[in-house]
Every structure is written in C-alpha cells, then in structure tokens.
C-alpha cells in the first residue's frame, strides 16, 4: 500500500477531511465525507481512462488523475470560509459560502458522473456508492438552500461547462483532470458573482478591493478567449498581428475593465489606484522594496541565460536557482502581511494580471518581446509544463496570494478573530514559499532515503516541517496579530501532513498546498489544525463573496 503513491495521496486527502469534519460537525460536513468516499472510487475509473485513452481530451501526464483531492477542495472551502463569518455575524456572506461548497459538490458530482459513463462497462460498485452519496447530498441542500440558490448553483454548473469545452481544447497537456476542475469552478463562481453584481441596478457599490480583483481575474481570462480565437485566423508572428495585439489590449483596459470596476465602485479605476498606492508612507516604502526585489528576480532570469548562451544548450536551471524566487516571494510577502495586507492584496492582483499578459504575448509570439520571453523562460521549465502553457511561475503566485484573498481579515478589523487564527493569510508562504522550497532543495541536494514509491526523500520532508515550524515561530515574533493559544500540536500536526502530501501528491503542488496550508492555519472556532491546507488550490470562487 505504501509503495502506491495514489493510495497515500487519497490516505492523507481523507485525514483532511475527517479533521475538518471532527472539528466542525455538521451536515455540510457529512456531506464533504460523502463526497470524498465516491470520488475515491470515480478517481481509479478515471485513472483507467486515461490510461487506456479513452479520456476524450489530453490531460498533463500524471500517475493519479487528481479528482479526489479536487472534489474535497472548494466543499472545505466553503464550510470552513462559512465558520468564520459566522463568527463575525456576517449573515449574507454566510450563506454565499454555502452556495460555494454546494456548488463545489454539484461540479464533483458532475465529474464524476461522466467518468462514470465513459467508463465501459459501467462500473456497478462505483455507480451504487456514487448514487447514494448524490442522494443524501441531494437531500441535505434540498433542505438548507433556497431556491435563488439553487438556481445560482445551476449557473455556476453550466458556465463550468462551457469553460471545460473550452479550455481543454485550446490547452491540451496543461493540466490533470483534478487540475482543470479545480481551476475552472473557481472561475466559474467568480464570473457568475461578477456577473450578478455588474446586472444589479442601483446605488449599492461593491468593495473596490474585491471588485478589482473580480474583474482583473474575469477580464484577462476572456482577453486569452479574444485572442485565442482571433489567431486561429491570422499569424500571430506578423508586425501587424503584433499591433493588434497590443492596441486591443489597451483598448480592453480602458473601454472595458475601467467602465466595469466603475460600474460595480462608482471609482474611476485609475484615479482610485493611484490614490491607493500613494496614500501611506508605509506603501510607498513596501513599494520600493518590492520593485528592488522585481528587479533582482529579473537579473537572475538574464544571468541564467547568459549562462546558458556561454555553456550549453542543453543548460538547465538547477532546483536551487528555481526556489531562489520562492525566497524573492516570500520576502515581498512577508512585510505585506505584517504592515499592509490590503496594499498586498491589490499588488497580487496586478501581478497576476501582469503574468497572464506576459504568457499570452510568449504563448502567441508577439512582437517584439514574444520569442525573447519564450527563450529566456525555457530553461526554467518544470517537468509539469508539458502543455502549449507554461504556468509554473503562475502557480506559485497564486499559492502565495489566495489565503491572502480568501481570508476575510483583509476586509474586516483583525479584532474580530482570535490570535490564532491571524496566522491563516501566512498559509501559502509557509507551505508554499518555505516548506516546498525546502523539500525540493535540500531533497535533491542531500536526500538519499526515498519514500515508498515516489523520488521524493525523507530529508527533504522532514527539512520542510523543521523549515515551517522555525517560520511560525518568527512569525509570532515580528507579528503581534498572531498568537498560537496553546494550539501548537494542531500547528505542528498541520505542516507535517502538508509536507507528506508533498511528498506523495503529482498534482501542482504550488496550488494544492496553498489551499490545505489555509484550512490547517485557519482552523475553526480557534483550533488551528487539520482545516486549512487542503483548500488551496480552488481560491478563486470564494474571492467574489466579499462584493
């Protein structure tokens, strides 16, 4: 059993859950349990498909699928995301986490349900443990949602439908079956929340913070759309589709984006952003050191190419150079944390609108930089790049950014929680930033003790967890927000459980240990344990409830 490292994953996938369930107890949390037993068995079949190619798109190569720990992923969010504006009193935002983990179980289901019918013959155990977990899911939100909620649900439903078709098709290899369903229901909620706000007539006006990110997110996954479809007829290499290029996009910032974040705030976009950056002296220094640290970020990834130009071709980046940007990261986050998160919140969003842009000129070859940016990011690739996309650097900006977005202390006095749980917004550096850069480094550099199955290594593990516990610790020194309360064991028991996922998971870590990282940190009702760090890589769809 051990030497199957699928098995494990799904071990360790199920102790998150049971944690969650242990410390919450409540019908959502039975039904995540339900959930969680059919999508162990809905994930073999679909490791058969793929297998055997009869999984109708291309998916990244992967030795497990991934839609266990997928399914599991936005449900926890929304329970524990729930907890915690129950705690506050926040009625309405409440019950949009529901919405969430509901919708999060429908999508799963849905899955499931055509892996099931792909599958020749129909498996008979599978499709009986799979109907009575529909069924008792079925009939608990029967009888906990409304029915403007449910319909909300449906919208989420067909809107991720429409955006599998789509992205599976014009990126095949980019992703794992687990990977793409996790990523496009969170896109999925986050355009049906914009939508819903940009339709609602009024003199209400939405939080410019989460109405920046909503529309940063939406907008340039539709610019990709724009521009995907549009080079399907024209050459993409020309001077001319180059131009078009460039012009369309600040054509679609300035006549689309800017109207739209007006439309939802009643701010105009620029003048609200710069008045933002500049309002504190605080800002304005985390600025400067964040853009020296940009510009050291950048001299590296041209020392390493000149490196390259004057060595081999066949040159690579060695994992110690890849996880010097972990390092970048985690010291432009960890003064944001401590002295702005809000400032940190706006400036994740820019970058990550930034890189997307970046990948959609290398990805088309747009002139003059798209052959530079395609060359030069080359030799940093990772063997999980093996799609038309290179989403590396991406990914680990978002497992640094989303428990910064998801958790509601940037929107609400950090009184308003105790001590402990003011260590969750740090989920993504530690698990992240620290312990995978850890694991990889001093595993590929001083391991020799594999575990069963996988290349990883047990020094590179245990690295990790001594690497987060020694962060935690700073952090309760430099940052007085947080304070444990005793609750050490669940922190401990918290970043092993991540690190031995690590260890044993094929997913893109950078996601999957942001999202359990925060369930773990975050904890409910002040036990900061086994909640958090499984949740991590779904991020986006809870961002929309705080509009």
């Known amino acids: 059993m051990l030497k199957n490292p699928v098995f494990v994953e799904s071990f360790i996938v199920f102790i998150i859950v049971l944690?969650?369930?242990?410390?919450?107890?409540?019908?959502?949390?039975?039904?995540?349990?339900?959930?969680?037993?059919?999508?162990?068995?809905?994930?073999?079949?679909?490791?058969?498909?793929?297998?055997?190619?009869?999984?109708?798109?291309?998916?990244?190569?992967?030795?497990?699928?991934?839609?266990?720990?997928?399914?599991?992923?936005?449900?926890?969010?929304?329970?524990?995301?729930?907890?915690?504006?129950?705690?506050?009193?926040?009625?309405?935002?409440?019950?949009?986490?529901?919405?969430?983990?509901?919708?999060g179980m429908a999508i799963a289901l849905f899955v499931s349900l055509l892996v099931l019918g792909l599958t020749k013959p129909i498996p008979t155990n599978t499709s009986i443990v799979y109907g009575f977990a529909a069924c008792a899911i079925t009939y608990t939100f029967k009888h906990s949602l409304s029915v403007s909620e449910v319909i909300e649900i449906l919208e989420v439903l067909l809107i991720f439908v429409y955006l599998s078709l789509i992205v599976l098709y014009i990126m095949p290899r980019s992703f794992t079956p687990g990977e793409v369903m996790l990523f496009l229901s969170g896109l999925s909620i986050v355009t049906n929340q914009l939508i819903k706000r940009s339709l609602t007539f009024g003199d209400s006006r939405c939080d410019p913070l989460a109405s920046f990110l909503l529309v940063a997110v939406v907008g340039t996954a539709l610019l990709g759309l724009i521009f995907t479809i549009l080079y399907c007829f024209m050459d993409s290499e020309t001077w001319v589709s180059s131009l078009i290029f460039h012009v369309m996009v600040i054509i679609f910032g300035l006549g689309i984006m800017a109207p739209w974040f007006y439309r939802l705030t009643r701010n105009d976009l620029f003048v609200w952003f710069l008045k933002f950056l500049i309002s504190t002296r605080t800002r304005i220094y985390l600025l400067s050191c964040w853009f020296t640290l940009a510009i050291v970020a950048t001299v590296i990834v041209f020392y390493q190419n000149l490196?390259?130009?004057?060595?081999?071709?066949?040159?690579?980046?060695?994992?110690?150079?890849?996880?010097?940007?972990?390092?970048?990261?985690?010291?432009?986050?960890?003064?944001?944390?401590?002295?702005?998160?809000?400032?940190?919140?706006?400036?994740?969003?820019?970058?990550?609108?930034?890189?997307?842009?970046?990948?959609?000129?290398?990805?088309?070859?747009?002139?003059?930089?798209?052959?530079?940016?395609?060359?030069?990011?080359?030799?940093?690739?990772?063997?999980?790049?093996?799609?038309?996309?290179?989403?590396?650097?991406?990914?680990?900006?978002?497992?640094?950014?989303?428990?910064?977005?998801?958790?509601?202390?940037?929107?609400?006095?950090?009184?308003?929680?105790?001590?402990?749980?003011?260590?969750?917004p740090y989920a993504g550096v530690l698990a992240v930033g620290i312990g995978d850069a850890m694991a990889s480094v001093f595993g590929s550099t001083m391991g020799e003790v594999k575990w069963p199955g996988t290349k990883k290594t047990f020094e590179g593990t245990a690295t990790s967890v001594f690497a987060q516990i020694i962060a935690v610790a700073l952090i309760l020194i430099f940052d007085k927000t947080v304070s444990l309360n005793g609750s050490y064991t669940w922190i401990v028991g918290s970043i092993t459980i991540v690190s031995l996922l690590e260890a044993y998971t094929d997913q893109i870590d950078n996601l999957f240990f942001a999202f359990v990282s925060f369930h773990y940190a975050d904890g409910v009702k002040g036990i900061t344990g086994m909640t958090d760090f499984a949740v991590n890589v779904l991020c986006f769809p809870a961002l929309s409830y705080h509009c």
């Not at 690739?381 to 900006?397: A, F, K, N």
């Open 19 to 103: 944690s969650v369930h242990a410390v919450i107890w409540n019908r959502f949390s039975w039904c995540t349990l339900a959930l969680a037993v059919q999508a162990y068995y809905v994930q073999h079949k679909w490791d058969r498909l793929l297998k055997s190619g009869n999984a109708v798109f291309q998916y990244r190569p992967a030795f497990s699928s991934g839609l266990l720990p997928a399914s599991v992923v936005l449900p926890l969010l929304g329970i524990v995301l729930k907890e915690r504006w129950e705690m506050i009193g926040n009625v309405h935002f409440e019950r949009f986490c529901i919405v969430c983990s509901a919708a």
């Open 307 to 424: 490196k390259q130009s004057s060595t081999s071709k066949d040159y690579k980046a060695s994992t110690v150079v890849r996880k010097i940007f972990h390092a970048i990261l985690v010291a432009t986050y960890v003064p944001g944390l401590i002295f702005d998160r809000q400032l940190l919140y706006i400036a994740a969003v820019f970058c990550f609108a930034a890189f997307v842009v970046l990948e959609y000129i290398r990805h088309f070859r747009i002139k003059p930089f798209g052959m530079t940016l395609r060359s030069m990011l080359t030799l940093f690739l990772d063997g999980r790049d093996s799609g038309p996309l290179i989403l590396t650097h991406i990914y680990l900006l978002l497992g640094l950014t989303l428990p910064v977005w998801l958790f509601p202390g940037v929107f609400v006095p950090k009184s308003s929680f105790p001590g402990e749980i003011a260590l969750a």
